[in-house]
Each structure stands twice: as C-alpha cells, then as structure tokens.
C-alpha cells in the first residue's frame, strides 16, 4: 500500500540546487515527523532534515544544516526539501518517511512506517 510518493531529485554541478516533494496519501497524526533520509552504497540510511506536523520546527544534519530547508504545508500532506549548494557528498537515495511508530526520535529510521520510493540525487564535481 502506498501512503508516501516523491518527486523531484535530477543531476546537478556542485554548487547547484534541487528539490525534493513528498506527497502524504493517507492523514498523518499531528504528533507525526515527515522525515528525509539519504542512503549510499557506503553508508547506512541516515537522517538529513524532518519536520514535525503539528509544531514550526525543522531538524537538519549538521552536514546540511544551512544548505537544505525542510518544510511542509499546513494540511500535513506535502513535505519539501529544498536543497541549495549542493556538494558531491549529498549524492545518494533520497527517502520521505512517516508515519510514526511511537514516540521516538524522529531521527531514527525505524521510528517510520512508511517510506517513499526513493529517488535519486546526483552531484557532480
């Protein structure tokens, strides 16, 4: 069952910006996160930015923290992120997740139910 489609992703030069969409299917709960995650061949998935949908707060890797705005909108159904000066090291598989598992950190992937179909996100040198 899909409950979460992204878009956006591509090829960029370093330097460069792109931007990722998340579209929510099902309602989320309003203690819920919709998270970003990246994931390469050499490393585990890891957290890069979430929102929570109840409260104006973003969270952000310190490796992006300054370059990438996560955002979503008031309805809770759609989750950005905005990727600016992007560096050869953001490549990767980019995933949206939600839906909580509990209370946890919403950093942690396996706080998430559901995830995105992944997209890809390139960035030369």
């Known amino acids: 069952q899909v409950r979460l489609v992204e878009s956006g992703g591509g090829s960029v030069q370093a330097g460069g910006a792109l931007s990722l969409s998340c579209t929510v299917v099902?309602?989320?709960?309003?203690?819920?996160?919709l998270g970003w995650f990246r994931q390469t061949p050499e490393k585990e998935r890891e957290a890069v930015a979430f929102v929570y949908v109840a409260y104006e707060f973003a969270w952000y890797a310190d490796s992006v923290q300054g370059r990438f705005l996560a955002s979503r909108d008031s309805s809770g159904k759609r989750a950005d992120l905005q990727m600016n000066n992007l560096e050869p090291e953001d490549t990767g598989v980019y995933y949206c997740?939600?839906?909580?598992?509990?209370?946890?950190?919403?950093?942690?992937?396996?706080?998430?139910?559901?995830w995105g179909q992944g997209i890809q996100v390139t960035v030369s040198s």
């Open positions: 997740a939600a839906y909580r598992k509990g209370l946890g950190s919403c950093q942690q992937p396996d706080e998430y139910k559901s």
């Open positions: 099902e309602p989320l709960d309003s203690n819920d996160c």
